[in-house]
C-alpha cells in the first residue's frame, strides 16, 4: 500500500516506520528531519524494542509524493489551514485520508475540501517524542481507534485497522468516531492542558492529590461535555477513573505534546483542545467551568 | 498613642508611617529593613505624596517594645505561629490588637491566644510594595475597614477607625468584621491566585477577556461561599464587578503580595487565603471547583 504520511512529528515518525518495517511503500512528508533522514535514515527507540530504517522516502512537498493509496495526517492542528497545499497533492479518487490529530473539528475539515467518503478519523494513544533528527522515542503506549466519518464506509474504516494490526499496533475499528474523539479529549484536556500550564510532567501533576481532584473535575466536564452531544452510546463517569489509573501507569516523566510545545516556543494546540470541545459543550448548555479556566489561562500563557 | 507595628512588610511600613507622622508613637518591629532604618529612617513614596520620617524607633524583638496601647498585625500568615512570640510581650490588660492580614482565621487564633474583647479586625484596601530596604512605595488605595471581633466593643471599633482617619486613612468601622474579610477575599482569591500563578500583573489578566471571565467566576464562588456562612447582610453579585472596576483603576503593572512572594522564592499565603475559604464553603455543602482548582495548582507550584 503506498501510504503518505503528513506532518511528521513523533507520532507520524513512530506509525510511519511500523508501516513501512511491516512492509509498505511510506512516503515521509518531512520539515525538521528531512537532511538527517535523507542521510542517516530513521530511528526508532521504542519499548517494544529499537529498530532502524536505512532507507526511508522524505520529501520535501507533497507534490513530489503524488497520489497514494492512504493519507494518514499526524500534523499539528494549528497548520489546518495548510491541509489544502499538504494533502491536496496526495489526493486521487480512491485516496482515504486517516487523520489521526488531537482535538475536535479536523475530520470536519478535511471532509469539507476532499470529501467525506474518503475521511476517516484514528485516535491515538500513544506516548512520543521526536529525539534528535532522524530519532524518534516510543516511550510508552500506541493503541489506534478509528473509524470512519460516514456509517457506511464501516468495512473500509476496518481494513485500514486490520492494516495497523498488520504490522504491530493494537487497533481496533469503532462505529462512532466521534464518541473516541471525545474520550481522548478526556485525557487529552486534562493532561495537555496542566502540563502545559504548569510545566509538570503527568507524574508530577499525579503525586499531588489535590491536583488529581482538579484533573478528575476537568474530566468530569468533559465527559458531561460529550455526552451532551448525543452521542450512539454515552461514556460512563467511570472511564475517567480508568484514564487516571492509565495514566498512573506511564512513565511519570511523560510530557504531552503540548507541554512541550509550549517548552520550545511554538504555538498551542488550543483551538482544537479546547476552545473546540468548549464550543460544543456550551452550545449544549453546560457552563464547563473548570475547562473554561484552563483555556482562559494556557490562552494567556 | 503608643503602637506596635508587627509584621513590617509593605502594609506595616506604610500604616505605621502615616499613625507616626500624625503623631502618635509609633514601635516598628523589624527584619530585612533594621539596619537601613535605624540609620537613614524610613522614607515612603506615596501617590498622596512622598515623605521622610528621619527617626523611627525599630526593634528586633517585641520584648524591647514592651506593652503597648495598640498591636497592629501586619505579618505574613505563614508567621501566625509565631503570634505568641511577636505579640504576646506587647500585650497588657487594655492592649487593643488589629490584624490587617489576609484571608481566614486571623482574629480567632489570636483570641485564643489574648482574649476576644481586645481583638479587631481591618480589611486594608492598599496597593503597596517594599522598595529597597528603608523604603515603601504606596501605589495606590489605602482604605481600610475594621471592626471588633465582639459585637458589644462596636465603640472602640469606632475609636481605630477614629484614630486611622486623623492620620489621613480613609477608614470605617463595621458591624461584622467577617462580611468584609469575605469582601477582601473575592479580590484576594482570584487576583493574589491568578498573579501569583500565572506570574502576570493585575493589568496582564484583565487585558485578556477570557481571563477576566475567570476571575468573575471566581469571584462568583467566593461571594457564594461568603453568603453561606450566614453573614447578617449577603455580598451581592455585583461586588465581583466593583472589584473588577476597582482593580482596572489601579495601576495595571500592579503584582498582589502573593505574586512577590512567589517570584521571590517566600511561602504563600495559601492556608489563609485558599484554603480555609475553601473549608468554611465545602462545610456549607459548596463544590466550588475554581477555587479548589486554584488551590491545588497554586499549592503544587
Known amino acids: 500500500m503506498r501510504i503518505a504520511m503528513v506532518g511528521s512529528g513523533a507520532l507520524g515518525l513512530y506509525y510511519g516506520a511500523l508501516l513501512q518495517r511491516g512492509g509498505n511503500d511510506v512516503c515521509f512528508l518531512l520539515r525538521r528531519d528531512y537532511d538527517a533522514i535523507r542521510r542517516d535514515g530513521l530511528r526508532v527507540h521504542s519499548i517494544h524494542g529499537d529498530f532502524y530504517l536505512p532507507s526511508v522516502a522524505g520529501f520535501r512537498h507533497s507534490g513530489e509524493i503524488g497520489v497514494v493509496d492512504l493519507v494518514v495526517v499526524g500534523l499539528k492542528t494549528w497548520s489546518n489551514d495548510r491541509y489544502h497545499e499538504l494533502v491536496g497533492p496526495l489526493v486521487g479518487p480512491a485516496t482515504m485520508i486517516l487523520t489521526l490529530q488531537n482535538g475536535l473539528g479536523n475530520e470536519e475539515r478535511l471532509a469539507e475540501l476532499f470529501g467525506a467518503h474518503r475521511l476517516h478519523g484514528g485516535v491515538a494513544y500513544l506516548c512520543a517524542n521526536r529525539g534528535e533528527p532522524g530519532t524518534v522515542h516510543h516511550l510508552g503506549a500506541g493503541r489506534i481507534v478509528l473509524g470512519a466519518l460516514l456509517a457506511e464506509n464501516a468495512d473500509r474504516a476496518e481494513s485500514l485497522a486490520e492494516l495497523f494490526r498488520s504490522v504491530g499496533v493494537p487497533c481496533h475499528g469503532v462505529d462512532d468516531i466521534m464518541r473516541a474523539r471525545w474520550e481522548k479529549l478526556v485525557w487529552n484536556i486534562p493532561f495537555n492542558g496542566l502540563c502545559a500550564l504548569m510545566q509538570r510532567s503527568v507524574g508530577e501533576l499525579l503525586a ?72 460544543a459543550g456550551k452550545a449544549r448548555g453546560l457552563a464547563l467551568p473548570l475547562i473554561t479556566a484552563l483555556y482562559a489561562l494556557l490562552d494567556l500563557s
Open 208 to 279: 499531588s492529590p489535590k491536583v488529581t481532584e482538579t484533573i478528575r473535575g476537568i474530566m468530569a466536564e468533559v465527559i458531561a461535555a460529550a455526552n451532551a452531544q448525543g452521542l450512539r452510546e454515552p461514556i460512563p463517569e467511570v472511564y475517567a477513573e480508568e484514564m487516571i489509573a492509565f495514566t498512573r501507569a506511564m512513565d511519570p516523566t511523560y510530557r504531552p505534546s503540548m507541554q512541550l510545545d509550549r517548552m520550545e516556543g511554538r504555538p498551542l494546540e488550543l483551538e482544537a483542545l479546547l476552545a473546540k470541545p468548549l464550543m
